[in-house]
């Protein structure tokens, strides 16, 4: 839309918008504000959904000049001119776009809801908006895609919702601009405008197309940040109080794993990118977003298709940590999906037409590990059913579940079998022995990509898990204390430090355990005098400390030189860099105004008041480095978000070398270091003991 306007007005227009729009959706009273569980039942029942990247992008398919590699990003990963790129839209003609096959296509996959990108970091809108003319409207096609996708995705069950980049790489208003894009003046550009603008089209957005989700994407440049991302997150609100919200919305994604790392940030749901988190955390919810192939936009160039079978090992591990799976779809500039992914759906479609069960409305599993598969959980009266999915069966085909209190209220049965009449023989005496089950699984009916058993138990799931063993460290210099705990009620921790395993006798664990010399502790929870879960081993090291130098180190501070970089990781040989600047540094920071591909460098000596185990937490956005006495003690390098690890080393009372690196290529950037001794919190590493 927008063709009459000008710029200016256009502007002035979006900066009404939101007020307007505000107003406009008080045809009824404002709707009270949802309890939050009410609110995300639909989404935690789905656990699976279809995200699709579609847009101008999809026209040079990944192709431009000699690379084919490129994807959604092409306007910058080729540095593609905006007046280039735009030549793009009077080609958008997708004649052969069907919504109804879109959405029949997600529904038949078992799929209860789709996000589309309204809107990618090209800034393209996929419907007429009122704010620009850079929209399907003003192509040839004209059609708007939002509109018939949704009421699609309303004929067939599925929820409509719509992904909406923050960044935006077309609008002049948005900064910052690409560093290789020298040519578009940032001359009265306005941040805060743009701010405006992003509110009024999400208003449109949900005020025409009501999503169940929005997901923002692109929040992490230096002009977006939380009071911004909490007025974004509010307006979402007020718009539609049953909308749910991406914690992409905020800053404080915490990289890539996607798990806000800040108690302020706002946002319903964490997003984990390409990567399935170790496990599940209980009471957060979080959706993995992932490609079928290697792209998420359509690139005809890329052939690594991704199986059926670790599609559905996906879902099934995602679903089995209590996470949602959003698979991705990058269809074709004529509207179509490719047919490695139309092949693909079918199949996961079949799987999940005999053991959609198994994944809808489940929770996560109540076993840590199991060797040949993933479990899932649904709650049905007075039983449970435990849906065992079985990836790999053991040799000699029995599924074992240690550690679990329940009875099994019926006999076991294969969720694909029509009749669920399908009656498991039993292993050698029973599948229900005390704290264990047991169940044989016959080999010539296995689903080649994961056969679902499902065992229903009484009442709720009481399964006794294995003993933690939290410490510090695993190295220690004076004496360590050891604690041992187990999560579950009504048992207790019996170890071991002689490398004996621990019988019903061996000594239980009240309060931490205080190691002096190296031993191996075993422990494992009992029950009523009954061993419930395996031995869990760990092994504690006495080490000496590093002696310290003696130097002549009589100021405070370190040194610090600064350096121009374009690096993604810090190399190993770093001679020949040059300093644009030197000088003393009271602290380990990365400064006010630390700037772009740069890069610091502190050195000098860490002065320790006794000797013991220090343990330290480099905390960084991009990469850094921590070396002491020589020895690399925190790795927290490559581009990310704000990061922290974690390192230690014994050091004896004195004057230690030390050097730390830090590099920010673009957008956000910090870097504190802290440090603890043993027992104690992690604090700042003070003036005080940083010497030159
Ligand atoms: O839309 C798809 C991609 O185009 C988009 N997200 C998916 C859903 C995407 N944009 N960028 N990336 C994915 C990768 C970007 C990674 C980084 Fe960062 C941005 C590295 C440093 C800045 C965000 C902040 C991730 C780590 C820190």
Request: proline content about 7%.
């Amino acid at each position: 839309m927008l063709r009459q306007a000008t710029l200016r007005s256009a502007l002035l227009l979006a900066a009404l918008l939101p007020a307007l729009g505000c107003r406009s959706t008080g045809t009824a009273a404002p709707a009270a504000p949802m309890d939050q569980d009410q609110r995300m039942d639909w989404w935690r029942q789905a656990r699976f959904g279809m995200f699709i990247h579609w847009g101008l992008y999809a026209i040079p398919a990944g192709k431009w000049g000699a690379k084919d590699s490129h994807g959604e990003w092409i306007r910058t990963t080729a540095e593609i001119p905006l007046d280039e790129y735009e030549k793009f839209q009077p080609q958008w003609n997708p004649t052969k776009f069907d919504a109804e096959a879109w959405a029949s296509m997600a529904a038949a996959a078992g799929m209860k809801y789709l996000v589309i990108t309204s809107k990618h970091h090209d800034g393209f809108c996929l419907w007429d908006s009122a704010q620009t003319d850079w929209d399907v409207g003003n192509t040839p096609h004209g059609r708007d895609i939002l509109r018939e996708l949704k009421d699609a995705c309303d004929r067939h069950g599925v929820k409509f919702c719509t992904y909406h980049s923050i960044m935006d790489w077309h609008h002049p208003d948005y900064l910052p601009r690409r560093a290789w894009e020298k040519d578009r003046s940032t001359d009265g550009a306005d941040f805060d405008r743009f701010e405006k603008y992003l509110h009024a089209q999400v208003t449109e957005i949900v005020q025409n197309y009501h999503p169940g989700v929005m997901w923002f994407d692109g929040e992490w440049e230096s002009t977006w940040n939380h009071e911004r991302g909490l007025r974004l997150y509010e307006l979402c609100r007020r718009l539609d109080p049953a909308m749910i919200v991406n914690n992409r919305v905020d800053v404080h994604r915490g990289g890539m794993q996607g798990f806000a790392n800040s108690s302020e940030a706002v946002g319903d749901f964490q997003t984990p990118e390409q990567e399935i988190p170790a496990t599940g955390v209980p009471g957060v919810d979080w959706e993995s977003c992932m490609t079928m192939n290697s792209h998420w936009g359509w690139n005809a160039y890329d052939t690594q298709w991704k199986s059926t079978t670790t599609l559905l090992h996906n879902l099934i591990d995602i679903a089995s940590k209590g996470g949602n799976y959003l698979l991705n779809i990058g269809p074709r500039a004529d509207g179509t999906f490719p047919p490695d992914a139309v092949q693909r759906l079918r199949e996961i479609g079949a799987w999940m037409d005999k053991n959609g069960e198994a994944i809808r409305g489940t929770t996560a599993s109540v076993f840590d590990d199991l060797s040949w598969g993933r479990c899932t959980v649904r709650r049905e009266g007075a039983t449970t059913k435990l849906f065992l999915h079985v990836f790999e069966l053991p040799a000699d085909g029995i599924l074992e579940l240690r550690g679990i209190a329940n009875h099994v209220a019926r006999p076991p049965y294969l969720l694909a079998d029509p009749r669920k009449q399908y009656y498991m023989p039993m292993s050698a005496g029973s599948y229900d022995e005390p704290n264990t089950i047991r169940i044989q699984v016959p080999r010539n009916d296995l689903d080649p990509h994961a056969t679902v058993v499902v065992v229903e138990i009484e009442g709720v799931p009481v399964i006794y898990k294995a003993p933690v063993i939290t410490a510090d460290s695993e190295q220690f210099v004076g004496g360590i204390d050891v604690h041992l705990s187990t999560p579950t009620a009504n048992a207790s921790v019996r170890y071991t430090t002689d490398g004996s395993p621990p019988s019903p006798q061996a000594a239980a664990a009240v309060g931490p355990v205080h190691l002096t010399t190296t031993c191996t502790v075993k422990a494992a929870t009992f029950h009523d005098g009954v061993q419930v879960s395996d031995v869990v081993t760990r092994t504690f090291t006495k080490v000496t400390p590093l002696p310290p130098v003696e130097p002549v180190a009589p100021g405070e501070g370190l040194l610090f030189t600064r350096h121009a970089v374009n690096w993604r990781s810090i190399p190993d040989d770093r001679r020949g860099l040059s300093a644009e600047s030197a000088g003393v540094a009271a602290e380990i920071t990365a400064g006010a105004a630390p700037g772009e591909h740069v890069a610091l460098r502190f050195s000098g000596f860490l002065k320790v008041p006794e000797g013991e185990l220090y343990r330290f937490r480099l905390t960084s956005d991009d990469g850094s480095k921590l070396w002491i006495g020589g020895r690399l003690v925190v790795d927290n390098d490559g581009p990310h978000g704000s990061e922290a690890k974690d390192g230690a080393i014994a050091l004896g009372a004195g004057l230690h070398p030390i050097e730390l690196i830090w590099f920010n290529i673009t957008g956000g950037a910090a870097l504190s270091l802290q440090w603890a001794r043993p027992g104690a919190a992690f604090e700042k590493v003070p003036t005080s003991a940083l010497r030159h």
